[in-house]
């Protein structure tokens, strides 16, 4: 049969497709490429995308993509389909990195923590293939002439305006897991806190130093 779609994403008329069910097997996709699934769209293989999309069965479409959704539309996967939200420790596409120490339950987690969306650190959908899009909350936070980068080899971005434009590193824990020496010409603040500082009256803790000190300063300075 031939499908005719018509959305705010884009058009398809007289798309071939062929749909036959026999228990298990279901042609959202097919070697032909006539299956229901590529009827508007190619199946995008490769490295970053679901070992699913490769998958023999092509029943496990309806694992991700369900024929209805309560958010975007009919069949569209969202963060969470693939990954937890924030991602949970070991999660697939992310095994090896230790989310209790990443920035997701920091900027993502609710609670005492923010409840940034996914877009506002992840912006665009090329992190499919491994490459994260504007890694920053917004554009102001820019420099004149700073690309923001992320290697998805090593797992680190460079020149995010919220990390002074240096490369933030995950897993090394918050404020005084960078901060404890001296970054280059930064001012390294561990020595400021103590029981008799002004900054903290009490236990010395990194909770919280953004409150305070918002490092953002191309030339290395703090901010009062």
């Known amino acids: 049969r031939y499908m005719n779609i018509s959305s705010s994403a884009g058009a398809v008329r007289n798309g ?16 032909r490429g006539t299956g ?3 009827g508007c769209h190619a199946v995008p293989q490769g490295a970053g995308y679901p070992s699913e999309h490769t998958s023999n069965d092509a029943n496990v479409c309806a694992t991700c993509h369900g024929h209805q959704s309560g958010t975007g539309g009919s069949f569209s996967a969202s963060c969470s389909s693939c990954h937890g939200y924030p991602p ?3 999660a697939a596409g992310y095994a090896g990195v230790n989310e209790t120490t990443s920035p997701h339950q920091r900027h993502a987690g609710g609670g005492t923590n923010y409840q940034y969306s996914c877009n506002e650190c ?22 004149a002439g700073v690309s923001v980068t992320y290697t ?42 103590g029981g008799s500082s002004h900054h903290v009256q009490g236990e010395l803790t990194d909770a919280k130093c953004y409150q305070c000190h918002w490092e953002a300063n191309s030339n290395g300075t703090i901010n009062p």
């Open 88 to 90: 949970p420790a070991a």
């Open 152 to 193: 998805a080899a090593t797992r680190t971005c460079a020149n995010i305006a919220c990390h002074g434009g240096t490369a933030a590193v995950w897993e090394k824990g918050a404020c005084l897991g960078c901060h404890s020496v001296a970054q280059g010409n930064r001012a390294a603040i561990t020595s400021q806190f």
């Open 122 to 143: 992840h912006k665009g959908n090329s992190h499919n293939t491994g490459t994260f899009q504007d890694v920053y909350k917004d554009t102001i936070g820019i420099l």
């Open 16 to 31: 071939r497709v062929f749909f036959q069910y026999t228990g298990r097997a279901r042609n959202y996709v097919d070697y």
């Open 36 to 38: 229901v699934c590529q």
